[in-house]
């Protein structure tokens, strides 16, 4: 199989997912000295003839790399259409990952088109609540929506305006009050499980009736 072959348009080719496909190091040297590749950090490439923005980037994290990185918050829930507005400005991506995970430098030094907040937390169960979402040609792990309104209350206040959380929960009327009740009962942030019932509570959603309140830790 040839680098063309394996390629995903629009995406970072990494030294070591090469290695793994039968692309030796000598070889991806040759593929640069070539032109075939453009060395955008240690350990990752990209095709010189393609414009790679921050989805392409964080596919290659996650599928090449297998990091537990994740698109979340606001950036998820307007992926799938659930918020009704857009802001204006530079739009800021957030990914969320668990505590202990770094974004490797070559991701972090360049410019994808757009701000990235990358959010490191351990307040919700890494793997709960994620899915696969096509973009484009590409797919890409996000927060179900029952989970990201969750994520977008934890950067309350400071990175997310509660009056937003606000008006982006009251266009959430079709979620899923099976996972609802699973992500609150493990979620460790008392803020976001008291403000999440709140403002479910005041939007008068339907779906509130079936969550079991008593199993949900709310502080004192």
Request: glycine letters at 6%; one cysteine or more; charged letters at 20%.
């Amino acid at each position: 199989m040839n680098l063309l072959e394996m390629h995903v348009p629009e995406t970072v080719l990494l030294a070591s997912w090469l290695e793994k496909n039968g692309v030796s190091r000598n070889l991806q040297k040759y593929y640069l000295r070539s032109g075939w590749l453009e060395s955008i950090g240690f350990g990752a490439f990209k095709r010189p003839s393609e414009n790679v923005q921050w989805k392409g980037a964080t596919y290659s994290l996650q599928v090449q790399a297998q990091l537990p990185v994740h698109v979340g918050g606001l950036t998820s829930l307007s992926f799938q259409g659930l918020t009704h507005y857009v802001r204006i400005g530079n739009e800021i991506i957030y990914l969320f990952s668990p505590l202990y995970f770094k974004l490797p430098k070559w991701f972090r030094t360049q410019r994808w088109g757009s701000q990235v907040n990358h959010v490191k937390t351990m307040f919700l169960p890494e793997d709960l609540a994620l899915s696969e979402y096509p973009e484009g040609k590409i797919n890409l792990r996000i927060s179900a929506p029952e989970r990201a309104i969750l994520e977008c209350l934890y950067l309350a206040p400071n990175q997310m305006d509660v009056l937003e959380c606000y008006q982006v929960m009251e266009g959430l009327a079709n979620l899923r009050p099976k996972l609802l009740q699973e992500l609150l009962v493990k979620c460790t942030s008392i803020k976001v499980k008291r403000l999440f019932l709140y403002m479910a509570d005041k939007a008068k959603h339907q779906w509130l009736q079936f969550i079991d309140q008593t199993m949900i830790e709310l502080g004192k």
